[in-house]
């Protein structure tokens, strides 16, 4: 794993074994200890040579497997547990540990030193903390719930010691499924290792403690490439209304928040831009787009070639539910056992590049946020591209999924409390997806039931009528809608006209990839294809890019966070080429090529290369398409297997995909028997221009061409480019008389960034103490200055002034106090060990499987 340099952060105690000090002599150190406030900073902290020591720091014991609480009728701590480091827990994600000793005869500081298991794999390396010594012949015990390092029982594990510099120091592996309960490792003189019975976290072998010693912190580390503020300039698109575009637009982004929007060149008075980043875009600005319907961990599967196989179907000639596809013959081979072989740790183990590989592909369509991700083993991609709905966000975790029929006898008690209480925020069921009755007829158990809420999001609502949509309506449910997956299953969609004209909320959302889009902004195609020539343009273009953007955030009560670009709602945003006059067409025409830039939380993950190195610097990874480049951003050594980079990713991915006899029989342990008829496909590309494999299986479908010619999809990426440009594109945009926009709203830095209820309070649209006057949209002339405006340097004449009048009040005060204050300071006074266990506020904890037991008791 390669490091870049970690400064050394010891505070050494100062300390002065002079006793009485004359007058003169204290005025003369007041004043040169204010030269040295007043000197330029960026100097090294370093005091002290310590780090400099022989680095002779060993790894002198791990604990992978302690044992777990088990109590019954018949004993009670069964396996004789011990909860080595006090927190009351048990087991491998309380009481894992490290451990390291001093063998030498100097004190040695550790502070910054970096914990690692198995390089550019396994758990992310943490960080030991600051003003750590280890005193000679002195241990210290790192726990798992301080380092988030995870040893593994099944494949064995390799634990590393790095120093501030990145140098390796030390290094203690143990084999495969060798490990035994409550016995730790400890290593030899010879480069073996040995097991030990009881562990002695924190102290000697011949010492003997109930629990752990000498606990340290150890801390994740920053990726490096954090941006804490940007400016970005281009046409901005609201989504507060279908004219509140700004066309000289403005959106400062600070800590993964907007900050202020605002229109023209005059900066609002309350807007400090100084080390701000100022990015050109040159491009339209939109709120980040939402998936509110998908299947993640299947979007490596390209588009399925199937032919329909029963003998009901639909008029159409599709299916006529989703209980039929399921059943098709190659549905197994094709679908359900490419998932299977990619996230089973037995076979391909490759659950976190799936769901990264997923998320770039979200991404690169400048969606911000997905819903239909798997709720466990989220470490290693939570945090790192998309948000995920179901998942923790703003501070809560208020939606449900039931993706499963609903039976007759789903009673939903916790949706039912969830609405009761005002905790829940979206419940997203699959139902009535079909043309048939049996599927329109889960419709009816929903109202039995009592589970037609306010807060419920029907999926496909494929067979329903309008009298359902007038349920639903009354009820102020919702509905995500997925043409192109309807129409290639069955070969009709949802009836959006009745869901509208009964005042149901729609959404758009792409299923999944074996009959979707790649992602929304392509799903915004079959929508606005569906809408020209089947519904007779019913929905407005504005209407349908709410369908991505304003409506999702509302589906999800997201809207005081995500969803349109207001100050104060967090910098979830796209920006795409501008090539056409009209916003809404601009968003809905856009295609692969034209996302110039993905912010997720106010950090760029995607985008074109020049915008991703102007806010990047060189953090960020080549993505190759079709006549264009791109650069994604998926590593972060802070998180799990946060060291896998694009390139592997994508490597990976494609390996597993083909099934190669030899790439199986030299990773599986699982028995390939039982896929006797398994075969290799391609993986679904990231991009939906120059796929000629899915075009061609949206064409020739018939019965999803029944109602409409899904040729002209093609037309949409039939498009003259040169590198990445579209050709022949000069738009100007008109000078607006109101510069427009959502208006500054100040930062309350005092409320919790992720308080679910923080926004509700807070009038988005800024006019609180304003003029009556002048509309939310407008900033008065006397709230703005221009941008050339006196500099107001740090050292001005006030401030000069103020400096004078603090050191002679300085020199007075040491002229008066008396000397019998001075009191020495132990030279040795240093803090030795910073205990992080003891700060609640960095407590970890874990969200992990269970562990499946080591050999049994007769191997001990």
Same mark, same amino acid.
């Given at each position: 794993m390669h490091f870049t340099k970690v400064f050394n952060r010891r505070v050494d105690v100062l300390y002065d074994q002079g006793r009485v000090m004359g007058r003169l002599s204290t005025?003369?150190?007041?004043? &040169?200890?204010?030269?040295?406030?007043?000197?330029?900073?960026?100097?090294?902290?370093?005091?002290?040579?310590?780090?400099?020591?022989?680095?002779?720091?060993?790894? !002198?014991?791990?604990?992978?497997?302690?044992?777990? =609480?088990?109590?019954?009728?018949?004993? !009670?701590?069964?396996?004789? +547990?011990?909860d080595w480091n006090g927190d009351g827990e048990y087991g491998k994600f309380s009481d894992q540990f490290i451990e390291l000793h001093n063998p030498t005869a100097s004190?040695?500081?550790? !502070?910054?030193?970096?914990? *690692?298991?198995?390089?550019?794999? /396994?758990?992310?390396?943490?960080?030991?903390?600051?003003?750590?010594? #280890?005193?000679?012949? /002195?241990?210290?015990?790192?726990?798992?719930?301080?380092?988030?390092?995870?040893?593994?029982?099944? *494949?064995?594990?390799?634990?590393?010691?790095?120093?501030?510099?990145?140098?390796?120091? %030390?290094?203690?592996?143990?084999?495969?499924?060798?490990?035994?309960?409550?016995?730790?490792? @400890?290593?030899?003189e010879n480069g073996t290792v040995w097991k030990v019975r009881p562990p002695t976290p924190g102290y000697s072998q011949d010492e003997s403690f109930g629990s752990a010693q000498n606990m340290i912190g150890c801390f994740g580390i920053s990726d490096g490439g954090f941006v804490e503020s940007m400016l970005l300039k281009g046409r901005v698109v609201t989504m507060n209304s279908i004219n509140d575009v700004i066309n000289d637009g403005h959106v400062l982004?600070?800590?993964?928040? #907007?900050?202020?929007?605002?229109?023209?060149? $005059?900066?609002?008075?309350?807007?400090? &831009?100084?080390?701000?980043?100022?990015?050109?875009?040159?491009?339209?600005?939109?709120?980040? &787009?939402?998936?509110?319907?998908?299947?993640?961990?299947?979007n490596h599967i390209p588009l399925w070639d199937f032919e329909v196989h029963t003998s009901v179907k639909s008029e159409e000639g599709g299916y006529s539910n989703r209980n039929q596809w399921k059943n098709n013959p190659n549905?197994?081979? *094709?679908?359900?056992?490419?998932?299977?072989?990619?996230?089973?740790? !037995?076979?391909?183990?490759?659950?976190?590049?799936?769901?990264?590989?997923?998320?770039?592909?979200?991404?690169?369509?400048?969606?911000?946020?997905?819903?239909?991700?798997?709720?466990?083993?989220?470490?290693?991609? %939570?945090?790192?591209?998309?948000?995920?709905?179901?998942?923790?966000?703003?501070?809560? *975790?208020?939606?449900?999924?039931?993706?499963?029929?609903?039976?007759?006898?789903?009673?939903?008690?916790?949706?039912?409390? /969830?609405?009761?209480?005002?905790?829940?925020?979206?419940?997203?069921?699959?139902?009535?997806?079909?043309?048939?009755?049996?599927s329109r007829a889960e419709f009816d158990v929903l109202v039995q039931n009592n589970l037609l809420v306010g807060e419920l999001v029907v999926v496909h609502g494929t067979a329903l009528t309008s009298a359902e949509f007038e349920k639903m309506g009354q009820a102020?449910?919702?509905?995500?809608?997925?043409?192109?997956?309807?129409?290639?299953?069955? /070969?009709?969609?949802?009836?959006?006209?009745?869901?509208?004209?009964?005042?149901?909320? @729609?959404?758009? +959302?792409? %299923?999944?990839?074996?009959?979707?889009?790649?992602?929304? &902004?392509?799903?915004?195609?079959?929508?606005? =294809?569906?809408?020209? $020539?089947?519904?007779?343009?019913?929905?407005?273009?504005?209407?349908?890019a709410t369908m991505v953007t304003k409506n999702p955030a509302l589906a999800s009560n997201w809207h005081n966070f995500v969803g349109t670009i207001n100050a104060g709602l967090y910098a979830d945003l796209v920006v795409m080429d501008t090539f056409h006059q009209d916003p809404y067409r601009n968003l809905i025409e856009a295609i692969d090529a034209d996302v110039r830039l993905t912010i997720v939380n106010g950090q760029p993950v995607y985008g074109d290369v020049d915008l991703m190195s102007e806010l990047k610097g060189d953090d960020w990874e080549l993505v190759e398409g079709p006549g264009f480049n791109k650069a994604v951003d998926v590593t972060d050594r802070s998180i799990t297997e946060g060291t896998q980079s694009w390139a592997s990713i994508l490597a990976d991915m494609e390996m597993a995909m083909e099934l190669n006899p030899d790439d199986i029989a030299s990773t599986w342990s699982s028995s390939t028997d039982s896929y006797s008829s398994m075969q290799g496909n391609v993986l679904n590309n990231i991009f939906t221009t120059g796929d000629t494999r899915h075009f061609g299986i949206i064409t020739g479908s018939t019965h999803a061409n029944t109602h409409i010619s899904l040729t002209q999809l093609e037309d949409y990426y039939a498009i003259p480019m040169e590198n990445g440009e579209r050709t022949g594109v000069n738009v100007v945009l008109e000078p607006q008389e109101n510069t427009g926009g959502s208006t500054t709203v100040p930062v309350d830095d005092t409320l919790p960034s992720d308080d679910m209820n923080e926004s509700d309070n807070t009038d988005s649209t800024g006019d609180s103490g304003r003029d009556s006057e002048c509309p939310p949209n407008c900033i008065l002339g006397e709230d703005v200055e221009d941008a050339s405006s006196e500099d107001s340097g740090l050292f001005g004449p006030k401030s000069l002034l103020v400096f004078l009048v603090i050191v002679l009040l300085v020199a007075i005060g040491l002229l008066t106090r008396t000397t019998e204050e001075d009191e020495e300071v132990d030279a040795d006074q240093t803090v030795m060990i910073e205990k992080e266990w003891q700060d609640e506020q960095k407590q970890f904890v874990p969200e992990l499987p269970p562990l499946a037991p080591p050999p049994s008791a007769e191997e001990e």
């Open positions: 005025i003369i150190t007041a004043f &040169l200890l204010l030269s040295v406030l007043a000197a330029p900073h960026g100097l090294s902290e370093e005091t002290s040579d310590t780090n400099t020591s022989p680095t002779s720091i060993i790894i !002198s014991e791990i604990l992978a497997s302690p044992n777990g =609480m088990m109590n019954n009728e018949t004993c !009670s701590n069964c396996y004789n +547990a011990t004190p040695i500081n550790i !502070s910054n030193w970096v914990l *690692d298991d198995i390089a550019d794999g /396994g758990s992310a390396p943490c960080q030991l903390a600051r003003n750590t010594v #280890i005193q000679p012949g /002195g241990y210290v015990s790192v726990f798992i719930n301080a380092s988030r390092i995870e040893l593994d029982y099944y *494949d064995g594990d390799t634990v590393n010691l790095y120093d501030a510099e990145g140098t390796h120091i %030390d290094a203690l592996s143990y084999p495969a499924q060798d490990s035994w309960y409550g016995n730790s490792y @400890i290593p030899l982004i600070r800590d993964g928040k #907007i900050s202020a929007v605002w229109g023209g060149q $005059n900066i609002p008075q309350n807007v400090d &831009l100084t080390g701000v980043p100022v990015v050109e875009t040159n491009g339209t600005i939109y709120p980040g &787009l939402i998936d509110t319907h998908n299947h993640m961990h299947y549905y197994k081979r *094709d679908i359900s056992w490419m998932k299977t072989f990619v996230q089973t740790a !037995s076979m391909w183990n490759m659950a976190d590049q799936q769901m990264k590989y997923a998320e770039v592909m979200a991404v690169a369509g400048g969606v911000t946020s997905v819903q239909g991700s798997p709720s466990s083993n989220t470490d290693a991609w %939570d945090s790192m591209l998309s948000r995920n709905i179901e998942l923790y966000n703003f501070g809560g *975790d208020g939606i449900h999924t039931k993706v499963t029929t609903l039976e007759s006898e789903y009673q939903g008690n916790h949706i039912k409390s /969830g609405n009761s209480s005002g905790s829940l925020n979206a419940w997203y069921l699959h139902l009535s997806e079909g043309v048939d009755e049996v102020g449910a919702d509905l995500a809608w997925s043409p192109l997956s309807n129409l290639l299953l069955y /070969g009709d969609t949802t009836d959006v006209v009745a869901a509208d004209q009964a005042g149901v909320r @729609i959404s758009l +959302a792409p %299923d999944w990839g074996p009959s979707g889009s790649k992602n929304v &902004l392509h799903e915004l195609k079959i929508a606005d =294809m569906w809408n020209t $020539n089947n519904l007779n343009s019913y929905f407005s273009d504005y209407e349908l």
